[in-house]
């Protein structure tokens, strides 16, 4: 029964920072790529990050890079997704995903100027 859980979002203001926690279960977590999207209102999924929990290799889209860093604590099975210098343009409900086709609960982030 593999289970992904986003959690960590919130309002803040332009600048600030959010620490999102992608909590796992159900599958060999060391084993697997977990990635962060995001949706606006009425559009699509944005892959925005992804980490190999096997080999340690990170991905970023061009719109967080510099901002955004995601880490893993293969002990806790968490992905975690530490945003910086946030804009209003990261307004939006963001997800975990470990690319087989679960997606957990998003959670949302705002952010305001």
């Known amino acids: 029964d593999v289970q992904l859980q986003a959690s960590g979002g919130g309002s803040v203001q332009r600048g600030g920072s959010l620490r999102l926690s992608c909590a796992t279960s159900g599958f060999p977590f060391d084993d697997y790529a977990i990635g962060w999207f995001r949706q606006y209102p009425g559009k699509e999924r944005e892959g925005i990050s992804c980490i190999s929990t096997s080999t340690g290799r990170i991905y970023y889209g061009d719109s967080v890079k510099g901002r955004f860093t995601i880490s893993s604590d293969n002990e806790k099975n968490t992905v975690y997704l530490q945003m910086n210098s946030l804009k209003p343009e990261d307004t939006a409900v963001y997800f975990c995903?470990?690319?087989?086709?679960?997606w957990g609960q998003g959670t949302q982030v705002t952010v305001s100027s």
């Open positions: 995903t470990d690319y087989r086709g679960e």
